[in-house]
């Protein structure tokens, strides 16, 4: 498996420049690169401006580990509002554009909602009505990935819905395109579940991974913790990748970043996969 790091786990703010040289000194194979609304990469980026970020991973000889957005939270494929809804299919295909620009082979969709607790003011959908959304927009946008031949990778996130390794399955079984998977987050799960569990059962349809650690005592967004400070059986969770023959990215998304001493989270991050991925010799 290859070591990468969400660019939510840099600083606030820092370049695209800064997150690649950063991530290549600290040891990371690829970095995972996200959406915005506006800025470097945003809804607005041009092909040329994309290029631009591409040839700074080619400098530092990084690879694009997946790509992800935050604005589904803004823009969700189950909100009551057809503006909005209409709105996260064109995030998704600029997701996929600009994916296919960057040389990523997968993104990260959240596809939809029921709830979420950690927005205040968050709208609660029905969920047989998300469901019935959800798979409509996917189903949809599978399309789109095969166009671009970038894969979609629905996450698992505390959004009250596909609350089960099996109902996801289901759920992206019934989407039935090879350009639709799991990007299969580790600590999201600990709350409720056990992630070595979800890998078998998700199995080849996994197309990218998540490191995260999660304390169960802890509770809420507070229990999220560095990775080996958590409940996440790493041994298990890495023999159950194996047993399933992944051997794609592993990508850490660390949040929140430390308040002082910011880069020193990556550095850290960096030397606990090496442990977690066996590559520490004793």
């Known amino acids: 498996m290859k070591k990468g790091i969400n660019v939510w786990s840099f600083r606030d703010g820092m370049p ?3 997150c690649i040289r950063l991530a290549k000194a600290a040891g990371f194979e690829g970095i995972e690169l996200a959406l915005n609304e506006e ?6 980026t041009t092909e040329k401006e994309a290029l631009r970020i591409k040839s700074l991973l080619q400098e530092a000889e990084l690879a694009i ?3 992800a957005t935050g604005l589904y939270w803004s823009y969700s494929m189950t909100s009551e509002s057809p503006e909005k809804r209409s709105k996260a299919i064109d995030v998704c295909r600029k997701q996929l554009e600009l994916a296919a620009i960057l040389g990523a082979d997968t993104i990260l969709v959240i596809p939809g909602a029921v709830g979420v607790d950690f927005i205040p003011g968050s709208e609660v959908v029905d969920y047989e009505r998300a469901y019935e959304r959800a798979l409509e927009a996917i189903s949809t946008l599978a399309n789109d990935a095969k166009q671009t031949g970038v894969h979609i990778g629905i ?5 009250k819905f596909l609350l089960s390794p099996l109902e996801l399955r289901g759920f992206i079984d019934a989407v039935g395109s090879d350009y639709v998977g799991s990007y299969f987050d580790v600590g999201n799960v600990v709350h409720s579940g056990y992630p070595e569990q979800w890998v078998r059962i998700l199995g080849k349809r996994i197309k990218k991974v998540h ?5 169960r005592q802890a509770g809420g967004l507070h229990g999220f913790v560095d990775l080996l400070a958590g409940d996440v059986d790493y041994p298990a969770v890495v023999a159950a990748l194996e047993s399933i023959g992944y051997d794609g990215y592993v990508t850490a998304e660390m949040i929140p970043s430390y308040a002082h001493h910011g ?5 850290n991050t960096s030397a606990a996969m090496d442990a977690i991925l066996g590559r520490v010799q004793r």
């Open 155 to 159: 996450e698992n996130v505390w959004n």
């Open 263 to 267: 880069d020193q989270i990556i550095y």
């Open 211 to 215: 490191f995260k650690d999660y304390r």
């Open 65 to 67: 580990s997946g790509f």
């Open 16 to 18: 695209a420049a800064d």
């Open 39 to 44: 800025g470097e990469l945003g809804l607005q």
